[in-house]
């Protein structure tokens, strides 16, 4: 007999990565099951995808604005233009998504449910109105928005990033709550293309947290200087009223005092957490929380579930979540013959495109923090944007780039927070995988482009280690 193995999520990225894989083994019988309408996943049709889509038109403008060589009257975005361009590529995205994992029910032993499954016991499925128990399930439902239980959030409206990307309107002013990847892409976006005026409450004293210090730093004065937003830093919400005027009211403390900040909007950009409410993980012995699923993606209190993608809430990022569905695929079968499993071992490879994108962040394996808290001896080099004149030809001569390089010549890890930053993340990230060591790395970028940032790190830190 096959081994029955059904996927709950078959659309999303995590999802059809399990899928694929799991389809190609004859000796499984797999049940495909999406209740997403139209379907397609979340980085297609609410996340990265689209929100780069809307990005981009704001980014013209920028690159308008920024450039004083440049006259004439400043152009307006417009934004139902821009809704209308993002709606139309995200539902061919989507549509060439949903046409491949169609194309894999036709397989033999395939089949696609587009329907709602719910545990009703372990490891037993409701699917609309029938059942099924299959050996094994693979759980690649995704994330929600993750709103904070503020008093009085829900007397008050609120916008989340999913209402930004469809908005074709806006009030003059926003509140904004959430300083993470989502609000350093939109918050931009709000004060350029819709030209509102932003306050947005950071509770540490810098954003970018998975940065070394001095990129969050330098990258809040970007936010203010380029896009004149009020950062408040150390600042916490405390609670939220509408106002007479029909905008909102929000109260926080900052520094031990409480003060309260108005404007027409209120936006949440809090993060998102799993999206498993409607799984019905009450009746079976899974109890979601921390630590409740394994390395090698299986559930602790269920070995033959899998959890993968944003639904295990470990690290919501789009290629961890294909990663995590080949892995759990490659278990499913491990398990099913007895083998020992493999973990999940993620290099940390993690792009935010911040100021519009013309001042992205970009991190590849360790930090100078995360090096140090490991243990790890190690030599650290930084170099300015600014001293490479290309940067200047670009006319985004802000920005800075770390290198992080083992005592032995390892490059250990790459942070930049520059133009094309995101761009060289990949180049990084095989400099970083593959264990080279810098000094054995080509010193030979074509100029003048960005990457002679690149360069320059290369040469201090073989200096370093010269040294």
Known sequence: MPTHVAVVGAYGSAGVAA???????????LTLIDDGDPGGGLCILRGCMPSKEVLSAAEHRFAARHDDRLSGPLPDVDLEAVVARKNEHTSNFAAHRRAAVEGLAERDGVTLVRDTARFVD?????????????DYVVIATGSTVNLPSLPGIDDVPVSTSADVLDATAFGESGVVMGFGYVGMELVPYLSEAAGMDLTVIEHDARPLDEADDPFGDALLEYSRDAFGVDVLTHTTERRVEPTDAGGVRLHVDRDGEETAIEADQLFAFTGRRPAIDRLGLEETRLAPGQGWVEDTMQARDDDRVFVVGDANGKEPILHVAKEQGATAAENVRRHRDGDPLVDYENVHHHVVFSGLGVLPFARVGHSAT???AAGVDHHVVTREAASDGVFKTKNVPEGLARLVVG?????????????????????MQVVVETGMDVRDVPDRAYHPTTPEILDGLFREATATLAE
């Open 370 to 372: 995360s090096a140090e």
């Open 19 to 29: 899928a694929e894989r799991l389809a190609d083994d004859p000796e499984i019988e």
């Open 407 to 427: 005592a032995d010549g390892t490059v250990l890890g790459y942070q930049g927070l520059h133009y094309h930053a995101d761009v060289m993340a990949k180049t």
């Open 122 to 134: 372990d490891g037993r499925l409701a699917v609309g109105d029938r059942t099924i128990d299959p």
